[in-house]
């Protein structure tokens, strides 16, 4: 998953200003999964805004900006979401890097996963 569609996702859940969103990478996120500094988040936050994907819901203090997501944002990661897993047109399993996990098609094959 890239940071555009990690954004978009906090973002869906609710409004959120580019500091809280460093401050969730930090806490949450940097902890388990991978690091995203405020030198990425916001260039990529402008980007968004610039195609509107999401806007700017309120603005505070020394310029600090509530970003929220608009419908087409939450359309982009929509389809985000369901494009990441796949490679050159053919869906991926999201198992695939499970020691052990071997993909299987179709219903068929999931009536011989019982077998084996």
């Known amino acids: 998953m890239s940071l555009r569609y990690a954004l978009l996702g906090l973002l869906a859940h609710e409004p959120a200003s580019g500091y809280g969103l460093t401050k969730y990478f930090e806490r949450n996120v ?3 999964a991978w690091h995203a500094k405020h030198t990425q988040i916001y260039p990529e ?3 968004l805004a610039d195609e509107g994907c ?3 819901v309120e603005e505070g203090p020394r310029g600090r900006r509530t970003y929220g997501l608009t ?3 939450r359309d982009s990661f929509a389809v ?3 494009t990441q897993g796949q490679i050159g047109g053919a869906k ?3 198992f695939a ?3 052990g996990h071997r993909a299987r098609r179709g219903r068929r094959a999931g009536a011989l996963a ?3």
């Open 30 to 32: 940097g902890r388990y």
């Open 54 to 56: 999401i806007e700017v």
């Open 45 to 47: 936050l402008n980007r």
């Open 71 to 73: 419908d087409m944002g």
């Open 114 to 116: 019982a077998t084996d």
């Open 92 to 94: 991926r399993s999201r």
């Open 80 to 82: 985000g979401c369901c």
């Open 97 to 99: 890097h499970v020691p």
